[in-house]
């Protein structure tokens, strides 16, 4: 018998356990075996074996999936190093990289190489179609090039099947496997700081260098990436594109389309079927995908010829998974690169202060981009509003209220910015002061007036909305604050013949929603966008031209040390919608702390001035990116459980700890309650990632002996959120 570590989707500190085959098992290969007297999916992570245990104990590998590809070395290398970094049981970290096809104990359906057709020498000696024939003609003439699929075929001529068949029995139709990838030319000419950062990017093809591509709003980065995913696809490499999902809009995969409409592409993001997602990350795998798209899972698509890395808008929160295994997808593609040897470009108009301070110190060679690419546009003119003595309606200041009249009547498009949906945050009795909260969090629900609901926000608890207080019975119920639904309607009101369209989750829930809405706006339809995030990153209208932002304030107070950067980014991207084209932008933020540090670079439009700033107050302080911190948290049914539990594990290793790390708390969390669960945590920081490493570690071996299985802990390396 031949012995096999196989990775397992249990919480074991490595996930690996021994089990017996009959012939020794490619590293990869996907197996069936039991686990606790059921069959379980793994993965064998190595083989010949030498077992320390009796062998008459070792239980035998059910299935092996042999007739498919195992998953390969680079691969596993990548997992291990996950779950490695981020302290992760090495089973559950493979697992979750997987899709949900390659999950299931039973053999996965392989996708079909794409076939590919052109006329062969006997076809190219034939008289073509007459032109009156124009589609039949296009796709004769498209035939002559090194090979197109069906699929692109059936572009030209919708009846491409059918005449293929015709031609192929006439002798003239050669099919063959892959081809290199036909690229269109861009439309797009670049200008010079363009042309100038995609070629220092061509630079480094083959070798590994980490580029931190800098562009204000509208100064053409994806133009960039897209030059340089061109060059790399031509070569016959894999590019790997990753961007916020958010970012992932129809807008963007139509400029994709356009440009690499007969390049095989694979789209992953959350809302990709589990079938389809098991496909394309097994034609990726197998170099049938040679462009992938997606968003921050994708960072774990197998790649076989990886010749290029873009992760655009690099500073986006959500590269960071929140919960299980958290990963950063950002800091892993960049140690993917470096495994391949190939380059990587980190973008964006407001880089992360960890990216920008590597640029500065030279680890990532800094590009940038400090002009809008359309020629005639400007950065938008920013005004910085006072409100804190002004009377607003329904949060509008009147100011706010004449330039979006006033622009509707130039023909203008406005977008009013508040990042928070729903018709209002809280519900209040006026009479005793009772406020609505969540039974299972702490935290407020919010009232989203044409459900007629109460939403926790956080965990989806949903009500109807009482028609009484239930302390005093009082049926004059207070809505309290701003949502989009109330901006909405107040504008509604105030522009009655404005079409006013509210984009946020709420109103984007179905698969078609976007593609509307883009529809629209092109045609002219609409006047005004409410919006949250939303509408806040990655979209491009020629029509926009004037942005309000509501309630800036509200992320400032706030205990987490990376609120100013955030807001700023935040402020940045949204305003940047403004001007884009030949129309002047303008932009009026309403605030009530006009003197904040933040607000003068924004109006600055200087993310220079903001970065210089906000650097020098970190350093002071040893916080990121001059130190590193890991969070350790507990949740448990009551928060004095939660602080028992990690008071009694931080007595036992605090004195065992690398000197140089320090330990702060435990303490509650700002959210005690969330889910029914209440919750605890304690910060480790050190300015050496080292001795903070060898310190989680400790701090792990502690933790996995707990037994009472009614505190759950988690351990979050390279926190994003306090």
């Not at 999902?245 to 356009?258: A, S, W, Y």
């Not at 020629?375 to 309606?393: M, S, T, Y």
């Not at 028992?644 to 969390?669: H, R, Y």
Request: aromatic residues 8%.
């Amino acid at each position: 018998m031949n012995y096999h570590y196989v990775a397992l989707n249990v919480p074991l500190s490595d996930g690996l356990l021994t089990y017996a085959h009959p012939e020794a098992l490619p590293a990869g290969t996907r197996v069936v075996v039991p686990f606790r007297n059921k069959p379980q999916i793994g993965v064998v992570w190595a083989n010949g074996i030498v077992p320390d245990i009796d062998t008459a104990k070792i239980q035998s590998i059910q299935t092996a999936f042999t007739d498919e590809p195992p998953l390969p070395d680079d691969w596993r290398a990548l997992l291990a190093f996950t779950a490695r970094y981020y302290h992760y049981p090495l089973g559950q970290a493979v697992f979750t990289a997987l899709p949900q096809g390659l999950k299931e104990t039973k053999a996965a359906e392989l996708p079909e190489p794409p076939l590919f057709y052109a006329l062969n020498e006997t076809g190219r000696a034939q008289t073509p179609p007459p032109e009156r024939f124009r589609k039949k003609r296009a796709l004769w003439d498209a035939l002559l090039s090194d090979g197109l699929t069906l699929e692109s075929l059936k572009k030209t001529n919708a009846q491409a099947g059918k005449l293929l068949e015709e031609w192929a029995e006439q002798g003239w139709i050669e099919r063959r496997g892959a081809a290199a990838p036909q690229l269109r030319p861009s439309e797009h000419v670049l200008n010079a700081a363009q042309r100038q950062a995609a070629q220092d990017i061509q630079t480094a093809f083959g070798r590994f260098q980490t580029f931190l591509l800098y562009g204000i709003t509208g100064s053409g980065k994806t133009e960039v990436y897209f030059d340089a995913v061109a060059e790399v696809l031509a070569q016959g490499k894999q590019v790997l594109f990753l961007l916020p999902e958010i970012n992932l809009t129809p807008q963007l995969l139509k400029r994709v389309q356009d440009r690499f409409a007969d390049v095989p592409t694979a789209v992953l993001h959350s809302q990709t079927a589990a079938g389809k997602r098991t496909q394309d990350y097994l034609r990726a795998m197998t170099g049938q995908a040679r462009l992938v798209i997606g968003t921050r899972l994708a960072v774990f698509t197998p790649m076989a010829d990886l010749g290029l890395i873009v992760v655009d808008e690099e500073h986006d929160a959500s590269f960071k998974q929140d919960n299980e295994l958290r990963y950063h997808a950002r800091d892993l593609a960049v140690w993917r690169a470096k495994q391949s040897g190939c380059p990587i470009v980190l973008g964006s108009a407001t880089p992360s202060l960890e990216s920008w301070h590597k640029a500065q110190s030279g680890a990532y060679r800094l590009l940038e981009l400090a002009e809008r690419a359309h020629a005639a546009a400007q950065l938008p003119q920013v005004e910085i509003l006072n409100v804190g003595r002004l009377k607003l309606d329904n949060g509008f200041s009147p100011q706010a209220l004449k330039l979006l009249k006033e622009n509707y009547e130039a023909g203008g498009m406005s977008l009013v910015y508040l990042n928070r949906r729903g018709f209002s945050p809280a519900l209040f009795c006026g009479d005793c002061g009772h406020t609505f909260g969540c039974p299972n969090c702490s935290a407020k629900m919010v009232l989203h007036q044409r459900a007629r609901q109460l939403r926790c926000h956080h965990c989806d608890h949903r009500q109807p909305v009482p028609y009484k207080c239930p302390d005093c019975g009082n049926q004059d119920l207070t809505a309290v604050g701003h949502g989009t639904q109330r901006v909405e309607e107040t504008l509604r009101n105030f522009i009655p013949q404005a079409a006013v369209v509210r984009v946020d989750r709420d109103s984007t829930a179905h698969k078609n929603d976007w593609a509307d809405l883009y529809r629209r706006i092109a045609a002219g339809e609409i006047d005004i966008l409410v919006g949250t995030q939303m509408l806040a990153k990655g979209h491009d209208f020629a029509r926009l031209n004037l942005v309000i932002v509501l309630n800036a304030d509200g992320s400032l107070y706030s205990s987490d040390f990376r609120a100013p950067e955030r807001l700023f980014a935040e402020l940045m991207q949204v305003s940047g919608r403004a001007g884009r084209a030949d129309k002047a932008g303008r932009v009026l933020i309403q605030t009530q702390l006009p003197d904040h540090a933040v607000f003068a670079a924004v109006k600055a439009q200087d993310y220079r001035l903001f970065a210089d700033s906000e650097s020098a107050e970190r350093e002071m302080f040893a916080m990121p990116p001059f130190g590193f911190q890991t969070a350790i948290r507990a949740d448990a049914p009551n928060v004095a459980q939660a602080m028992d539990f990690l008071n009694g594990i931080k007595a036992a290793v605090e004195p065992l700890l690398p000197e140089g790390v320090s330990v702060f708390g435990p303490a509650p969390m700002l959210m005690v309650r969330l889910a029914e669960r209440e919750r605890a945590q304690l910060f480790l920081e050190s300015a050496s990632r080292k001795d903070l490493h060898h310190a989680v570690s400790l701090w792990v071996q502690a933790l996995q002996q707990n037994r009472n299985h009614k505190i759950r802990w988690s351990v979050d390396v390279d926190v994003q959120d306090m």
